[in-house]
């Protein structure tokens, strides 16, 4: 009796050390370099954008990883701040937008997870994208999303239509979400 009762704590130890990082990962705002080459980005974005610098991967432990921009309140954001980027992509209305500095010549992973669509009388569908890519140092982009309209979303290159090559991204590790 006394082992089960033991493993049993140890289980919900474990699972509220789970759900604490990733409380982490949606309350801890996205940390611009403070040093180093740099290039800037803009999001536009209906749902929750997160960042992991210097990584092709996510894990919310890394330094400097954090949210960039979300139009729900209640989260860690950077929502409104501007680099006095030129303008591009047009912001609709609940679109959070923000602008921010990201380290260059280095992975840049971003995670995009929209307010999720009602998918029948008790299911809610989500849009989860990951990806990254290498920002070139002193370059302005723009990343625009808007859930299931395009998933992935649109990385550019501000002055260039075409798309900046993007990689696909999952977890670094089985517990970098956790």
Not at 42 to 53: D, Y
Not at 83 to 103: C, F, I, K, T, Y
Not at 118 to 125: E, K, L, M, N, W
Request: hydrophobic content about 40%; some cysteine; glycine content about 10%.
């Amino acid at each position: 009796m006394k082992t089960a009762l033991s493993l049993g704590l140890l289980a919900a130890a474990l699972c509220g050390c789970g759900n604490m990082a990733a409380v982490k990962s949606f309350n801890t705002p996205y940390a611009s370099p403070v040093a180093g080459d740099t290039a800037r980005l803009r999001v536009v974005a209906n749902g929750m954008v997160r960042a992991v610098p210097e990584k092709d991967c996510v894990d919310w432990y890394s330094p400097g990883a954090g949210v960039i921009a979300v139009p729900t309140e209640g989260f860690a954001d950077r929502n409104g701040e501007s680099l006095g980027m030129p303008a591009s992509a047009a912001v609709q209305a609940g679109d959070a937008v923000s602008e921010v500095l990201v380290p260059a010549g280095k992975p840049f992973t971003l995670h995009f997870l929209d307010r999720g669509q009602s998918a029948g009388y008790d299911r809610v569908q989500n849009c989860l994208g990951m990806f990254s890519f290498v920002p070139e140092k002193g370059a302005d982009y723009e990343f625009v999303v808007h859930g299931y309209s395009a998933c992935d979303g649109s990385l550019k290159r501000l002055g260039d239509t075409r798309e900046v090559p993007k990689r696909k991204a999952d977890y670094c590790s089985a517990i970098a979400n956790f």
